[in-house]
């Protein structure tokens, strides 16, 4: 669930990459939730004309999804429908993972794919008719060169379903049933109302994604033209006859329609990158690298080898169990690695056995026998977040208030005194600490009372890590962090802006080679600048990936 910096984030990326105008619409959709054009308009205080352009833009990079309700007329009334639209902010923060997305699909099927990736990345959406035009124009060569070669590439990342066709432009939604409303007190009320509004509005925008979604066997179906469909012969199932020139003449016809719709599918039907996909991928990377620092290469190797194995059956991004692996089917996919290749059937039944223990459990055994085995991808992710979690105590708080943390991680409920003795911390110091980590909501206090009237000399005050608040409050102060660094890089290149134009100006006379362009030098001074500022940039722009990585551990996966 994306907090209140996260929304704020992805209103600062939208604005640096379409606009001032294109922000501040964003921002309304972000903020407010869904809303029909005329209250958009009214409330960015913006003509609709100016106002179309860019929703346009926010739909076509796939930001923004509209969506259409039906409302019944009262009485006699015919019913209306009325279009709204609501900002996608998971889709806009995935803008910040585009060279993740570039650099995973040129590992896995080459640059020719990363090509066609980054142009979808660049517009949002394109037909095939589209992607071929800005093959042909990147290569320099005919359309009918690059075509061959393009199809076949799309084709390829279509079924790895990385691309995927684009959803309904405008799904009808069924009316919104009403909800009992229930009184609360106002102090109930303060406490939790923010909290329950985002998980409604998360709901709401999650029943409007769904409805215009197509089904899998729609959203990965690929066009005529690389399907082939023409070869299909329209007369297997029909009796022989001597009508052959009936015959002829009906096959003629058929395969003329199916160049038609071939045709017009390459055309119209628009495609988009599926980020899912990408998600899902860096999600196995995670778990792999997991396991290879807490056990061993060899384990990791044969983890990534089951998870190569069920990836085609994962239907979500966040599944928290694969599906179950017989023995013969890890041996068969680690064997298939390279790293696999030497790996001994004991080798593997012992690194199954030390993922499987009962302390590290990223296995568990599956099926009437334990034959087989599933993968514990929730409790992977799990993993990784609390090491990132004692990261932050240690960082923020010191070594003992880690120590406190990491017990109360592990035991659950314990008294102060308890607490004191198990993590070898004086009394005083132990109180300072549990109270400094309930201030920032790390933990939480809980009263067990032994008599009815609550009385403190007779109630007993337990301790325990308050999990959902803390990691809310982990990734809120992450979006936080990045949107800071964002500004500072951009603050950065708008105080050098003059230095940085000057650059631009003596690159494109190097460029020039009969020397037409006039002559641009720089100074010293200027020389020192341009390395400030690159070394500035490649720091900044270092720590916001490596903080995203950060954020998609606690958000995306």
Known sequence: MVTRHGCKLACE??????????????RCLTFRGSLTLPEIARFCEMPISQLRPCLLVLVQHNCV?????????????????????????????HRMRFPKFLTLVREEFG????????????HGRLTLEQLIQRGAARSGKGESEVEKPLKETFASLVRSHFIERC??????????PQAETKKTSRSVRSRSSALEDRNMQDMEDHRILMAAAPMDAERFLLPLSIDDVSKIDPDANTPSSDGKAGQKRKRDALQMDSKTLARID??????????????????????VAQVRSRIDLGSGTILQAMLEAVRSSESMSRQKVSEPLSMDSILQAVRMTHEGRTMTMERIRLALQMMSAESVGFISRAGEMGGQYVINLYKIIKYAQGCEVEGVVLQRYGRESCRIFRLLTMKGLLEQKQISDMALVPLKEAREILYRLLKDEYLQLQDVAKAPDHAPSKTIYLWRVNYPVMLQNILDDMFRAASNIGQRLAHELEQEQEVLNHLKEYQHSKTLADGSGAHVTLTQSQHEKVKRIRRIATILETSLMKLDETIMLFNDF
């Open 13 to 26: 990326i939208i604005h640096n990459h379409f606009g001032e105008l294109v922000g501040k619409v964003c």
């Open 65 to 93: 999804q509209g969506f259409k309700v039906e409302i019944e007329g009262t009485g006699l009334g015919a019913s209306k429908v009325f279009t709204s639209y609501i900002c996608i902010v998971e889709n806009i923060l």
């Open 111 to 122: 640059e020719e794919a990363e090509a066609l990736i980054e142009g979808l990345l660049e």
């Open 167 to 176: 959803p309904l432009p405008e799904p009808v939604l069924p009316p919104k």
């Open 266 to 287: 390459e055309k119209e039907v628009l495609w988009r990158v599926n980020y899912e996909e990408f998600i899902r991928r860096l999600r196995h990377q995670l778990c």
